[in-house]
Structures are given as C-alpha cells and as structure tokens.
C-alpha cells in the first residue's frame, strides 16, 4: 500500500527539540489485535510485542534507519481528538479575511444584477503565487525580478481582458438586466481590445492591487498552514437543530463537560474535548481559586482553525441555579417559592372572605 507523505511541521525558531505540532504531520494506522498480539503491523519489520499487544493506533516515521530500526509511537491523541471532535458536531468556518479581493466589481455592489452559476467559494486556502508580506526586503526584490517582471506583457493582457469583462458588467447593471457570469465573459470577447493606460490604472489604486493581486493569485493575509477543516470536520454550518433520540429536536445543542483552565487576557479558558476553548459567557460569579477538578457544563458556539493550524473553539458556559444566584441560590429559589405560595394564599383567602361576607350581609332587593 502507499502512505500519505509526511505533513512538514510548523517552522521553530529554538535551537532545541521543536514543540509538537498542534495539528497531526502522520498518518496513523491500525491492524486487527490478532495480528498486533504478533507485532505485525504492515511493515518492514515486525514491532516489539511489549508494545504492540497495548497499541491499537499507531505512526511510524521511519521505516528503516541507519541503526536497522523502525521509529514508530503511539497514535491514540490524534485518533481519540477526531473522535472527540466529532462528537461535539461543531462546523468549522473557514478564516474569510475582510477584504477580500477574489471577488469581481460586481460582488462589491450588494444590489447586483449580475449572478454566477455556479457560485464559487468566498475563501481560499491554497494559492500559486506567494506571501509577500511575510518576504524579506532581499527576497522580494529576487521575487519581482525573477517571478514579476518576465511576466509584463501577459499583465497587460490580463488587465485588458478584466477591463472589458467589467465594462460589460456596468452596462447590464445599468440596464438592470439579469446575465450570467458565462454571458458576461462571452460578450466581453466580442468587445475591441483596447490598450491599457497605465497612468489611469495607477490613479485607481485599490482597483489596480485587486488586479495585481489575482494576476499572480498571492494571498493578502497569511495563508493557513492546512485545510480549513483540518480534516476534523466537514459540515460547513451549525445552522441545523440538534436532534436528541429522546427528547426530539432541542433549542440549543448539546452540553458537553469540560474545565477551567484559568484566565488570559482575552477571558476565560477552558478544557473540552482535549481542545483550549474561548469562555465566551461565563458564570456571573466565578470562584477566587480555579479548581480544575471540579467538571462545569459548556456548550459550543463557533470553531476554526488559524493560520497556524490550531482549533479556535468558542463555548458559552451552561451556568447553574447555584452558581447565578451565588452560594445561597438553593435557599433563594426556596424562599421565593414559599413567599409565592404564601400570596396565592393570601389571595385565596380574601376572596373566600370576600364571598362569605356577601352571603351573611346580603344587600336588600329594590
């Protein structure tokens, strides 16, 4: 069988062992216990019983060292993370910067008459060309010589076809007529090509960086280091009802447990599912010691992962009677119970006088 090639680690600074990468750079395997009881796992050579019979996941890096070994470990972390994961059923959204210049004219304009087909993605996460923003003085300069500068001509070729496509695209929306993105395209060719003044395109300063831009298809913010999934989940909204097999469809989803983990300037952390999630509501009251012994109610929110390949997760905190009334809450909701009885009481007791006055005082017939 052929194997996934490795996924390259995020880049360390320290001159020591690099920290383990927060997203998964192996691909992990299994084999039936009867074979793993035999250390048989597919490979070159068979594994060490002591370690194999306890393994039910496991990746390997190399398969044959210079020492005639095969380096392997466990790959229960990963595994029970997905695992995890997918219980929460919570969508990943994709990074969408705020400007986001792979769109075309019309898509800024929101009462546009003109629709595609067949509606492309509002994100990218895989680009040819590459981030200049995180380029060194040296290395951009050997970049535009090397990579921009061959390709002149071919601007002026694209910036001339783009001209034309957007022409085309003011006078339907003018007209207020509906077209499709194929119709707009294919009048376009039909229009004279023009040459393209540069000195009008430099006067437009955001017009000519969105061409520039998908001319050599360079990201604006840094690129994410994986997919935007990650391969953790592949739902791409929360916008559906949970289900419960018992109780049927909820309003809100399900409670899962989790810790706290203290405090950071943004607020409060928390544990759940393996995973440092974001306390986005939190208990009215929080105690002066952050016991993480003690497993609170969380539900989840939203989720994504960054441009390094960490999960942001965001949670709202289930927060309980006791704890939204204080340590007396128990005692409060009783005593507002027993002051409410005592009024339906009270009530029901004057108007039982209130009638039993009518009976022995009634009032004389005119």
């Known amino acids: 069988m052929a194997m996934p090639a490795p996924v390259p680690p995020p880049p360390s600074l320290g001159i020591s062992t690099p920290p383990a990468a927060p997203y998964p750079t192996l691909q992990a395997i299994t084999t039936p216990r009867s074979s793993a009881f035999r250390g048989d796992w597919g490979l070159k050579r068979d594994l060490p019983l002591s370690k194999s019979a306890k393994t039910t996941y496991m990746r390997y890096g190399n398969l044959d060292t210079i020492e005639h070994m095969t380096t392997f470990e466990s790959a229960h972390d990963d595994v029970y993370t997905l695992r995890k994961w997918q219980e929460l059923d919570v969508a990943l959204y994709p990074p969408i910067s705020e400007n986001d210049y792979n769109m075309d004219s019309s898509s800024f304009n929101p009462r546009s008459t003109v629709f595609d087909e067949v509606k492309p993605e509002a994100y990218k996460w895989r680009y040819e060309g590459r981030f200049v923003k995180g380029m060194a ?42 077209v499709s993105q194929a119709q707009v395209e294919e009048d376009a060719e039909k229009l004279e090509i023009e040459e393209v003044d540069m000195m009008k395109l430099r006067a437009d300063h955001q017009y000519l960086e969105r061409l520039v831009i998908d001319f050599l298809d360079i990201p604006i913010n840094k690129p994410p280091s994986t997919h935007p999934s990650a391969g953790l989940h592949y739902t791409r909204s929360n916008a559906h009802v949970y289900n419960d097999p018992e109780l049927g469809p909820q309003e809100h989803r399900k409670e899962v447990p989790g ?90 007791k004057e108007a039982t006088d209130v009638i039993l006055q009518q009976l022995l005082n009634p009032k004389p017939d005119r």
Do not use: C, W
Not at 152 to 178: H, M, P, T, W
Not at 285 to 308: L, M, Q, W
């Open 137 to 178: 003085p040296k290395d951009l300069r050997e970049y535009i010589k090397k990579e921009v500068v061959p390709r002149k001509d071919e601007f002026y070729d694209f910036a001339a076809r783009r001209q034309r496509v957007d022409k085309v695209r003011r006078n339907y929306i003018e007209s207020g007529e509906l």
């Open 259 to 348: 810790r706290r983990l203290g405090r950071q300037m943004g607020g409060q952390l928390a544990g759940i599912g393996g995973v440092v999630a974001m306390v986005q509501r939190n208990s009215t009251r929080t105690p002066k010691n952050e016991d993480r012994f003690v497993v609170h109610k969380y539900r989840p929110v939203k989720a994504g992962i960054d441009s390094k390949g960490k999960i942001q997760l965001a949670v709202d905190q289930v927060v309980p009677p006791s704890e939204l009334y204080g340590s007396t809450g128990f005692r409060y909701l009783a005593n507002r119970k027993i002051v409410a009885q005592d009024a339906a009481t009270r009530q029901r």
